[in-house]
């Protein structure tokens, strides 16, 4: 399973690049707006220094706006894919780039026929929002079940990249369905790390090792 960022932080994304566990980016107006830069000049630096694939979203809500929005944002790099918003102009739109060779990611799904759709107009990602389903008390994850289900019938070609991931349940459960991607914020894939055996048992090893009172490099 690939592991994107959902960020617009590049002290997050430079670290995540430096642990090797960076496949991608994924961002949103929301995240872009909290860094306090203009938007495609951040979409642009980050698509620069990652080497995998990195989503940034139209602001336009009507179908010319989305394909002017959609070849813009697909002109700042080769590796940038556009996110759509489900809707009939957000998937008409994907379908439009997809014949120029535009990557589309379709964001903002919340049922197994939007997946059905965006599969259909020839999304590359569809991204199913787990944590906003599991906000108004349905399980996001059941989601993510059903829409592997339905690609693995047929062949959309379009990856399952499993967004609003809120903690390491949600990457667990997407690995063992076998997601495609799942994208995280920097705290969910800094916590994938930590477990307090790991930390225990190291404190043991090196205070059990000092009571030698010998170093690494005694002969
Ligand atoms: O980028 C889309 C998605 O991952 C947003 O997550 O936590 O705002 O629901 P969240």
Request: with cysteine; net charge negative; proline share 6%.
């Amino acid at each position: 399973m690939k592991f994107f960022l959902d960020t617009a932080d590049i002290g997050e994304i430079e670290t995540g690049l430096e642990w090797g566990m960076v496949d991608g980016v994924t961002t949103n107006p929301s995240l872009i707006a909290k860094q306090g830069k203009p938007y495609l000049p951040t979409v642009r630096e980050i698509a620069e220094l990652v080497p995998g694939p990195v989503s940034g979203e139209v602001l336009a809500t009507d179908l010319e706006g989305m394909l002017e929005q959609g070849r813009r944002l697909a002109g700042l790099a080769d590796n940038v894919v556009v996110k759509v918003p489900l809707g009939p102009p957000g998937l008409t739109a994907v379908r439009r780039l997809a014949a120029e060779g535009i990557r589309c990611n379709v964001t903002l799904c919340f049922s197994p026929s939007q997946a059905l759709l965006a599969g259909k107009a020839g999304a590359a990602y569809i991204s199913p929002f787990v944590g906003r389903l599991d906000d108004i008390a349905q399980d996001g994850m059941d989601l993510i079940r059903q829409v592997i289900a339905i690609y693995s019938h047929y062949d959309f070609g379009t990856e399952v990249l499993v967004a609003s991931a809120r903690h390491p349940v949600h990457v667990v459960l997407s690995a063992e369905m076998g997601a495609d991607v799942i994208t995280l914020p920097f705290k969910t894939l800094s916590q994938l790390y930590r477990h307090p055996l790991t930390d225990i048992g190291l404190n043991q090893f090196l205070s059990d090792w000092e009571t030698t009172g010998r170093s690494f490099d005694d002969e």
